[in-house]
Antibody
Framework: QVQLQQWGAGLLKPSETLSLTCAVN????????WTWVRQSPGKGLEWIGE???????TYNPSLKSRVALSVDTSKSQFSLRVTSVTAADTAVYFC??????????????WGNGTTVTVSS | DIQMTQSPSSLSTSVGDRVTISCRAS??????LNWYQQKPGGAPKLLIY???RVESGGPSRFSGNGSGTDFTLTISNLQPEDLATYFC?????????FGQGTKLEI
């Protein structure tokens, strides 16, 4: 059964770079869209972007200028970087597996979440 | 972006109740609508995809319906473990967007 294990720094100062990594354990890395979603009291659940095992990326236009996703297929890991963070980036960040059945897309395996706080 | 609006925001219920949660999209998205359940302190869990398809392993008391812009999640015979917040999500167009959530209180 596939599990996602995520880690990264939880406390940042404004203007710093957020960096999180997610490891895919117990399942295939290919054939899925590896996704990041964040959740904050103010904005709720927000889709950040996704990356395939081959490195093709799709970003939320509202974050695209500050976000970068990457993959390391040798380790079955994918990563998120958000530059120039502000208090508005304070949220719980989830790594998630995106899958399709027929033409329908859904997020079916979620990591436990990492709380990221941006404060001076 | 496609806006997703859920109603109600919260709902006081009782064990055994039949509960219906609504989700409205700002444009037609049929049937690219998913439902997730999130328990306190946990990550969301997929319940329904493609508006009405129950995720494998999901309890049969959960069902989804709807088309166009209006969708519903129904929980029949509510159980204590259904205490959670429920979110809808559209996957018709990027960026995929979520509703603000409906919190069930039992």
């Amino acid at each position: 059964q596939v599990q996602l294990q995520q880690w990264g720094a939880g406390l940042l100062k404004p203007s710093e770079t957020l960096s999180l990594t997610c490891a895919v354990n117990g399942g295939s890395f290919g054939g899925y869209d590896w996704t990041w979603v964040r959740q904050s009291p103010g904005k709720g659940l927000e889709w950040i972007g996704e990356i395939t095992h081959s490195g093709r990326t799709t970003y939320n236009p509202s974050l695209k200028s500050r976000v970068a996703l990457s993959v390391d297929t040798s380790k079955s890991q994918f990563s998120l970087r958000v530059t120039s963070v502000t208090a508005a980036d304070t949220a719980v960040y989830f790594c998630v597996r995106g899958d399709r059945r027929d033409y329908y897309y859904y997020l079916d395996v979620w990591g436990n979440g990492t709380t990221v706080t941006v404060s001076s | 972006d496609i806006q997703m609006t859920q109603s109600p925001s919260s709902l006081s219920t009782s064990v055994g109740d039949r509960v219906t949660i609504s989700c409205r999209a700002s444009q037609s998205i049929s049937p690219y609508l998913n439902w997730y359940q999130q328990k306190p302190g946990g990550a969301p869990k997929l319940l329904i995809y493609a508006a009405s398809r129950v995720e494998s392993g999901g309890p049969s008391r959960f069902s989804g319906n709807g088309s166009g812009t209006d969708f519903t999640l129904t929980i029949s015979n509510l159980q204590p473990e259904d205490l959670a917040t429920y979110f809808c999500q559209q996957t018709y167009r990027i960026p995929y967007t979520f509703g603000q959530g409906t919190k069930l209180e039992i």
